[in-house]
């Protein structure tokens, strides 16, 4: 078996299935065993509690899946050309600004499928292998693995940069038990800019290359199932799933290729949508319009919790009043502590204080 020759057509493959990067690379993640060991060890994970429940086997590939060699690697862009324009939708306070991610159809099921097709391309060509895809369910390394594969190098506010195609990608991984040969590990090229640790609303990059998820807006708009904290809230804005910022400021993101996916363009409207319009969703809507979507993860008290947040934020509209208003008596304790804090901001608004 020619294994360099492999590798080529391995690429070759996954281009024409529409992936923009195919990488290679081994299963040595020291350093980032390391890393991860002291950011959970700094609690600055919050309640990911899923980042360390797997041990060992997050950074080690041949304990999750035995007889692995190799990791291969992939990027698939989902930058969306034909939505609206992200920092217009972020300084209208009265609309939703959701990830640019999150605007189409899941992308599991997209990259997954792909991924199996990588796979079965490589199976007819060599036969039978020991493999296994990955796209964001299971304990792996995803950028880490990505940037020793060439994909690109981790920045400082902690996504993978790729120098010809910013960040806006999407991340998948083929773990095989083939000893291909493994690419070179992407160079850094943030240099001294600091324009995602500048401009990140809640501050939660406290270092280069180091996040303190519990103040990150993606974290508390997502994966947080709680109450926001009061200090986040107003620097929130209009944010309701997820946040963007660090990567629309970054410059390398200047050569991001739009995507070609159509799953990955914007569903109903949810560009520039009004918040009041997607607050008024019943729970029978929020599961219509968020079929098939990254929406779902945060679940219906969730999305109005975060669009309470919104709402606070916002123009104090009659409309906006009278919805929350509406809203209370059915309320969870949880979602009616927002609601209440909605409505103090709308009809006795005081100067934002700063994050801290």
């Given at each position: ?333 949880m979602l009616a502590e927002h609601i209440h804090w909605a409505l103090q901001k709308l009809t006795n608004p005081r100067p934002a204080s700063s994050v801290k």
């Amino acid at each position: 078996m020619d294994l360099n020759h492999l590798a080529t057509q391995i690429k070759s493959w996954g281009q024409a299935l529409g992936f923009a990067h195919v990488g290679i690379s081994d299963i040595d993640l020291t350093q980032a065993e390391t890393y991860l060991a002291q950011w959970l060890a700094d609690g600055l994970h919050g309640d990911l509690d899923y980042m360390h429940k797997h041990g060992t086997r997050r950074t080690r590939p041949q304990e999750l899946v035995p007889g692995t060699l190799r990791v291969i690697s992939v990027q698939m862009d989902y930058f969306p050309e034909a939505a609206a324009d992200a920092w217009h939708i972020i300084n209208d306070s009265d609309r939703a600004y959701i990830a640019r991610y999150a605007l189409g159809r899941d992308y599991h099921k997209t990259l997954r499928q792909r991924l199996h097709k990588l796979a079965q391309h490589i199976e007819t060509e060599i036969g039978p292998r020991g493999y296994r895809v990955f796209v964001d369910s299971a304990p792996v390394m995803e950028r880490a693995l990505g940037e020793k594969a060439g994909s690109g190098w981790i920045g400082k506010h902690t996504n993978l940069i790729n120098k010809q195609r910013g960040s806006w990608f999407f991340l998948g991984e083929i773990y095989v038990d083939i000893a291909l040969p493994p690419d070179a590990p992407a160079r850094n090229h943030c240099g001294s800019c600091t324009r995602c640790i500048d401009i990140c609303p809640t501050q939660a990059i406290i270092a280069p290359y180091r996040l303190d998820a519990r103040r990150c807006i993606a974290y508390l708009t997502i994966e947080n199932k709680g109450a926001i904290p009061m200090e986040f809230r107003a620097a929130i804005g209009n944010r309701i799933f997820g946040c963007d910022d660090c990567q629309l400021v970054c410059p390398w993101n200047r050569f991001a290729t739009p995507t070609r996916e159509r799953d990955f363009a914007p569903r109903h409207g949810l560009d520039h949508v009004r918040l009041i319009e997607l607050f008024a969703w019943t729970e029978t809507e929020f599961l219509a319009y968020t079929e098939g979507s990254p929406l779902r993860r945060v679940g219906y008290i969730g999305w109005l919790r975060n669009l309470a947040v919104a709402l606070g934020n916002a123009s104090p509209h009659a409309d906006a009043l009278t919805l929350l208003n509406q809203r209370l008596p059915t309320s969870t304790p949880m979602l009616a502590e927002h609601i209440h804090w909605a409505l103090q901001k709308l009809t006795n608004p005081r100067p934002a204080s700063s994050v801290k």
